[in-house]
């Protein structure tokens, strides 16, 4: 069936007269006339008899009109909902990022985009690096924030920033009052790592093999939260960020990050986005507004660790 019909059925069912209904929708009324033979023909009932100088409903006609009346609100609604995704002042932003980047990059992100753009929603999800491709490979978000490099070619990255890392020591240990770490010196210590798969693990161990040794793993954690709490209990070395992942961490004010300084001990922060879907305006606009602020160095400061 016709949309245009449906609702030319829907006009005169309501008492506008079949050439009222020709000029609002720029046809001729014969044109009206025959859409509605067609209606009815393929409903297989009259629709609508002549009354006087009106069209009226018929018994049949009349319960069709119940229905179309639901099934064009239920279109409308619809179509209305569908404009509002994709008009970019007001539609819907999918972001995943990796989960120490939410205290302080993502935020601020969204923030200075919404200055301009208020009326966009977001909805957010917290993902492990290396599970951010395939969420952009099946649509779910429209742009991860990872420190993650994909080889797929599916994927688009655009790179935002270094981010540095840090040893973690526990309060007490004996490099705890240092100003910085050689992460030779701690060769021979135990480390609290992330379970594999980990991006971050694979960086520790790579970052520990060049200035030779192999890291001795004496916990492995689910998260970074957990990590720095196994540290705070003098149960491990580790190599973290310095921004925190989750609740308030209890175990801050009993350990110490210290800068690295041989290797240089740096991940790199970057913008990806599905190469094969086109991303719907609001979307778009987010993804420039990311690009645009690392171009123009305005990308929020990374944090630094009080001592």
Same mark, same amino acid.
């Given at each position: ?22 000029? %609002? ?12 033979? %067609? ?27 119940? $229905?179309? /009346? ?5 279109? /409308? =609604?619809? @179509? ?6 994709? =008009? ?5 932003? #999918? ?23 208020? /009326? ?8 492990? /690096?290396? *599970? ?19 080889? +797929? ?10 981010? $540095? ?11 705890? =009052? %240092?100003? !910085? ?25 790579? &970052?520990?093999?060049?200035?030779? *040794?192999?890291?001795?793993?004496? *916990? ?9 709490? *196994? ?13 925190? !992942?989750?609740?308030?961490?209890? #175990? ?9 300084? !041989?290797?240089?001990? @740096?991940?790199?922060?970057? &913008? ?5 879907? $086109?991303? @719907? ?10 690009? +645009? ?5 305005? @990308? ?8």
């Amino acid at each position: 069936m016709e949309t245009d019909v449906l609702r030319w059925f829907q006009h005169v069912a309501d008492g506008v007269t079949v050439t009222e209904v020709g000029e %609002r929708y720029w046809v001729s009324q014969s044109a009206v006339s025959r859409g509605l033979g %067609r209606l009815e023909a393929e409903v297989g009932v009259p629709l609508l008899h002549r009354g006087g100088r009106a069209l009226r409903l018929t018994q049949a006609g009349a319960v069709f009109k119940r $229905q179309v /009346d639901a099934m064009l609100l239920d279109l /409308d =609604d619809g @179509l209305a909902a569908v404009q509002q995704l994709v =008009d970019p002042a007001t539609g819907l932003v #999918a972001v995943a990022f990796q989960a120490s980047l939410g205290a302080w990059l993502v935020p601020r992100l969204i923030g200075s985009f919404r200055d301009d753009h208020p /009326d966009v929603r977001f909805v957010l999800g917290q993902a492990r /690096d290396e *599970f951010v491709p395939d969420m952009l490979d099946t649509g779910k978000v429209d742009v991860g924030i990872t420190t993650v490099r994909t080889a +797929d070619p599916g994927v688009r990255w655009q790179s935002l920033m270094s981010e $540095q890392l840090y040893l973690a020591v526990p309060g007490a240990h004996p490099l705890a =009052d %240092r100003a !910085d770490v050689r992460l030779s010196e701690v060769s021979g210590e135990r480390f609290v790592v992330l379970r594999r798969p980990s991006p971050l693990r694979d960086l520790v161990e790579q &970052l520990c093999g060049q200035v030779g *040794f192999t890291p001795e793993v004496a *916990f492995e954690a689910e998260d970074l939260p957990t990590v720095r709490g *196994f540290v705070a209990s003098g149960l491990g070395l580790a190599v973290v960020p310095a921004t925190e !992942d989750g609740p308030a961490n209890v #175990a801050q004010a009993v350990i110490r990050l210290l800068p690295i300084t !041989d290797p240089p001990a @740096l991940r790199e922060i970057g &913008l990806a986005w599905s190469a094969e879907r $086109q991303l @719907l305006p609001s979307a778009e606009a987010f993804r420039q507004h990311v690009v +645009d602020q690392a171009r123009a160095q305005r @990308l929020p400061q990374i944090p630094t660790p009080s001592r």
